[in-house]
């Protein structure tokens, strides 16, 4: 039998997003709700602690900067797939959210007046990101995690995995969780639920995300019965570091790396001559693997062919005072120090566009449900996120559905959960998985979906590729089972929580890859080698994806947001 919690408001998901979403709910309630936040692992190793570059935001009108020109570079970087009023929403609330973060102790980067720092970043047309050395996101999320443990009101549930959201005529009730340490299986009744379980990066085997990035919000959603909207879009970031795939960040070439081919040329001079390694990254990443497919690239180990980066010019000083974690990671995981030498790299998956369909506040179709951060689709990003928008769009939607959150649940009264579901998904869980033991090794099939997402579904995309992606992620699901489980026990189960992960990554990679059949043109990050231009008079969509009663994504459309700026061909 489940272990029952009773809470007001549950925050599923630490990161950024939901660090902020929980505080936001603190405070907005006064002490009067209780907030239980549900992390799979310790909310400080979040993969948010990872993010380095920074955190953008239009800061300085008096310079030049503004929010419309803030919200120009990101529609245009999305290749107008963005709603453009969530945009503007969103460029307006980023700065406070800047200042925020600095009055709870953030430690931003000065300049020598003492304001805050900005350097530049790819496809913004002024310096807009704020950052703490190399390191923004450690800074950002202690700052988070240290405020969110003043309030009596946050309880953390560390090291607690939800298994599924309950939504029950349309509305949220709860959700269910197991907890590592005992193995126990619970269920937290609340008024109202912010979802904020990261992206989908373990969906491919070349990625820059933690191990627990793999997909469990998405999954969760669409298997409750949300859609999943723009799925195809999936960012590839020009710079992982070869043979490992850890980010060497934006930031490098934002202090003025150069990006150069076999020939020693800067070759981003025949793709973007005007922002050269400073386009947005679907650019700089289509044309590396151009380079790298025309011969002028260099042979990597296992087939990560690359390109190099280099840094030389910029001196030790400057590496060591501005992107001293950059020269640390070359140093350890490619044995290069760019001081004294280039460094290999090659794009890497990134960034989920896709997510669950939220409006422009972050409210899921459920009442009481609320998305933010990288699980969401508002849509701020379209078809490819701007560097360091990221961080901010986390801050921004966890402060509003925070807040939307507490509103609504000092509204309403506590609606019973069907305990029905939630014993199938006991049984599910403890029956089926950990006891059955139908299925292959796990850890097999999963290393072949990211082997087929990393070959069909990559940077360069096309019918016959994306075809093979889509059967073999069938067979992949057939020769799973209903998960194969090697340890029996309850307690820290870890095999468990990986098959789990793995059930979640099966869907949405098999939605991934549907959804990159089903849009037939290139745009920003999905770029289809068999249908190679922007079609906007067919394609200025987003894609909706409901699971079907068959478990087959269904496929619908909405229409993109345009206020001020209507579609123009995308130069840099
Ligand atoms: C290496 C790297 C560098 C980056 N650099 C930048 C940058 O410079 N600027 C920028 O703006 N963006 C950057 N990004 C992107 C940005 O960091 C992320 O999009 C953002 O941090 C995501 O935050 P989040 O709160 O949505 O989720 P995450 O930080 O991914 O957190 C997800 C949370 O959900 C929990 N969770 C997941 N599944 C479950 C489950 N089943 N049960 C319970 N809990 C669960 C996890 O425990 C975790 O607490 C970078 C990303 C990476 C990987």
Redesign the pocket.
């Given at each position: 039998m489940a272990e029952i919690v009773t809470t007001d408001v549950v925050v599923?998901?630490?990161?950024?997003?939901?660090?902020?979403a929980s505080i936001e709910a603190a405070r907005r309630s006064e002490g009067k709700l209780d907030i239980a936040v549900?992390?799979?692992?310790h909310?400080m190793?979040?993969?948010?602690?990872?993010?380095?570059?920074?955190?953008?935001a239009a800061l300085y009108h008096d310079e030049g900067d503004s929010y419309d020109l803030h919200a120009y570079d990101t529609i245009k970087g999305a290749a107008w797939l963005a709603d453009q009023d969530a945009v503007e929403l969103f460029v307006r609330l980023a700065p406070q959210e800047i200042y925020q973060l600095e009055h709870w102790g953030m430690p931003w980067a000065r300049r020598p007046d003492g304001r805050i720092a900005q350097r530049k970043?790819g496809g913004h047309s002024f310096p807009r990101?704020c950052?703490a050395a190399d390191k923004?996101?450690l800074y950002a999320?202690q700052t988070l995690y240290d405020t969110a443990l003043k309030y009596d009101n946050i309880k953390f549930y560390h090291e607690?995995?939800?298994?599924s959201l309950i939504i029950e005529n349309g509305e949220f009730r709860g959700v269910t969780?197991i907890e590592l340490k005992t193995g126990d299986f619970y269920v937290f009744k609340a008024k109202a639920g912010v979802l904020?379980?990261?992206?989908a990066?373990r969906l491919y085997p070349f990625?820059?995300?933690?191990h627990?990035?793999?997909a469990?919000?998405m999954a969760?959603a669409y298997r409750a019965g949300l859609s999943l909207k723009d799925m195809e879009f999936f960012q590839f970031?020009p710079t992982g570091l070869v043979p490992s795939g850890?980010?060497i960040?934006?930031?490098a070439r934002g202090e003025g790396g150069y990006l150069i081919n076999n020939k020693g040329e800067r070759f981003m001079k025949n793709y973007a001559p005007e922002r050269m390694e400073l386009a947005p990254r679907d650019v700089v990443s289509k044309a590396e693997m151009t380079e790298i497919l025309e011969g002028r690239g260099f042979k990597g180990p296992g087939g990560l062919d690359y390109v190099l980066l280099d840094l030389r010019h910029l001196g030790e000083d400057k590496i060591d005072e501005r992107l001293p974690h950059i020269r640390e990671l070359a140093i350890r995981f490619a044995g290069v120090d760019p001081v004294e030498e280039p460094m290999p790299v090659r794009p890497v998956a990134?960034?989920s566009m896709g997510g669950v369909h939220t409006n422009i506040y972050g409210a899921t179709p459920a009442k009481g449900l609320w998305a933010?951060?990288?699980?969401?689709c508002v849509s701020l990003h379209g078809a490819n996120r701007l560097?360091?928008?990221?961080?901010?769009?986390?801050l921004v939607y966890?402060m509003l559905t925070g807040r939307q959150a507490a509103d609504y649940a000092m509204k309403v009264g506590l609606r019973d959960v069907p305990m029905d579901k939630v014993s199938e998904e006991e049984k599910r869980i403890f029956d089926r998985i950990l006891r059955g033991s139908t299925g292959e090794n796990p850890y097999h099939i999963r290393r072949e979906m990211q082997d087929t997402m990393g070959k069909y579904v990559y940077v360069f995309r096309d019918e016959k590729g994306l075809k093979e992606a889509i059967s073999k992620l069938k067979e992949l699901r057939q020769r799973f089972g209903e998960g194969h489980v090697a340890d029996k026990d309850r307690e820290y189960n870890i095999n468990l929580i990986h098959v789990?992960?793995l059930d979640?990554m099966l869907e949405i990679a098999y939605v991934v890859a549907r959804a990159a059949l089903n849009r037939t043109e290139t745009r920003g990050a999905h770029t289809r080698l068999d249908y190679p231009k922007r079609d906007d008079e067919n394609w200025l969509k987003h894609t909706m994806i409901a699971r079907g009663a068959d478990g087959e994504p269904q496929f619908s459309y909405i229409p993109v947001v345009i206020t001020k700026w209507p579609p123009t061909e995308r130069k840099y």
């Open positions: 599923i998901g630490s990161g950024l997003a939901g660090l902020r549900l992390t799979k692992v909310a190793r979040s993969h948010s602690v990872a993010y380095a570059g920074g955190t953008g970043f990101a950052f923004t996101g999320m607690f995995y939800v298994t969780a904020a379980t990261g992206g990066g990625t820059t995300y933690s627990s990035s793999t469990d919000g969760m970031h850890i980010l960040s934006e930031a990134h960034y933010a951060g990288e699980v969401a560097g360091t928008n990221s961080s901010s769009d986390c966890g789990l992960e979640a």
